[in-house]
């Protein structure tokens, strides 16, 4: 089992461009999860989804959008970048409803 | 409004010794409250968790307890090992409903254990 794994580890956008942030599970979980960590803040939540085909927002959407095709994917959608964006970006899954949730290593990505 | 606060951003214990990390809460609704452990450079992973059923929960070397009139919780470590050196978030979640998939993080503890 590999986990979660996430691609790119590392990333530097200009600004105005867009990238997109891959996340993949291979412990069939149906809730998938994207977090941003700011330098000395806790995890908060982007997008989250409770299975293929269904997402939702979370506390800070604006500036990115995901897609759940399947239960193993959860990409994450950055456009137009902007110096804001600048975090680590971190992907979970988890089996139930707010339990505990596996954590991808993370993409550190830079807007400059 | 900063509904997790850990308030101590660092934490200095001699190996051996315990450790006792704080969390402090305040939405009256989160029932459910888990403890994660971050190396640098890697994700969160998960150390314990406890329901707000229970005051106590224990895992080896690790218990974390609950004071739900204080809206209170704290991490225990004994005894702390070189190894235990990392950044913990407190988080919390409602148990059901609408909240129930997102959890809520403190901003985080830098523990360092001092060989």
């Known amino acids: 089992n590999a986990g979660v794994t996430q691609t790119p580890k590392f990333r530097i956008l200009k600004i105005g461009q867009s990238m997109t942030l891959q996340c993949t599970q291979d412990?069939?979980?149906?809730?998938m999860y994207w977090y941003r960590q700011d330098p000395g803040m806790g995890l908060k939540l982007i997008y989250y989804?409770?299975?293929?085909?269904?997402?939702d927002k979370g506390e800070v959407p604006n500036g990115y959008n995901v897609s759940r095709s399947t239960t193993e994917d959860f990409p994450l959608r950055l456009e137009l970048a902007a110096p804001s964006q600048t975090s680590v970006y971190f992907c979970?899954?988890?089996?139930?409803?707010?339990?505990?949730?596996?954590f991808g290593p993370g993409t550190r990505l830079t807007v400059t | 409004d900063q509904q997790v606060k850990q308030n101590s951003p660092s934490l200095s214990v001699q190996e051996g010794r315990i450790s006792i990390l704080n969390c402090d809460y305040t939405?009256?609704?989160?029932?459910?409250f888990l403890w994660y452990k971050k190396y640098p450079a890697e994700g969160p992973t998960f150390l314990i968790s406890?329901?707000?059923?229970?005051d106590k929960n224990e895992d080896g070397r690790f218990t974390v307890f609950l004071n739900k009139s204080a809206k209170h919780l704290s991490l225990h470590i004994v005894p702390s090992q070189p190894g235990d050196s990392a950044v913990y978030f407190c988080?919390?979640?409602?148990?059901?409903?609408?909240?129930?998939?997102?959890?809520?993080f403190g901003k985080g503890t830098k523990l360092s254990v001092i060989p």
């Open positions: 412990m069939n979980h149906n809730y």
């Open positions: 989804s409770v299975g293929a085909g269904i997402t």
């Open positions: 406890i329901s707000s059923i229970k």
């Open positions: 988080a919390a979640s409602e148990g059901s409903g609408a909240g129930s998939y997102q959890l809520t």
């Open positions: 979970a899954s988890s089996t139930g409803l707010g339990y505990e949730q596996y």
């Open positions: 939405n009256s609704m989160f029932d459910y």
